[in-house]
Every structure is written in C-alpha cells, then in structure tokens.
C-alpha cells in the first residue's frame, strides 16, 4: 500500500515538473504557491515518496526481480 502511495506522489511530482517546464504552471498554485503549508507539505511528501522508491525499488520491482549478470531484466526485449 505504501509504494502505491509513493509511486502516487511521485507521479504527480513528475507531472507537476512536466507542467512547469512546458507551461510555467505549477501544481502548488492551487493551493496557494510555495509559500502556503498544504503545497509545502504536499512537496515535502513527494520528495520521501521518491526517496522511499529509490531506497525500496529493487525488492519491489518485478522487472528488477530476474535481473541477471546481463543486466537485462527477465529475458525481456526491446
């Protein structure tokens, strides 16, 4: 539950960059830009979502799983 949380975030973290660098929009300006706590808050738990994801990522990963000295995941092909 925690890592769909986490990926959750982390999505949003990464639209919210996506909207910024296209339009110059930010997520947070609903709430009230950078300087209003709900946005802060909401960037704080974006940033420990990603952190969570990079420290938890191989145990949960499934592609990650069948990594072999190949460094190809699972005998999949691209």
């Known amino acids: 539950m925690l890592h769909k949380i986490a990926f ?7 639209l919210n960059w996506l909207l910024w660098g296209v339009l110059g929009w930010e997520i947070g300006s609903i709430f009230g830009g950078w300087d209003a706590m709900i946005s802060r808050l909401i960037y704080i738990l974006v940033g420990l979502s990603a952190i969570y994801l990079v420290v938890t990522h ?3 990963c499934k592609n990650c799983m069948g990594m072999g000295k190949s460094g190809m995941g699972g005998g999949q092909t691209m």
């Open 8 to 14: 959750i975030l982390v999505i949003v973290g990464g």
């Open 58 to 60: 191989k145990r949960d």
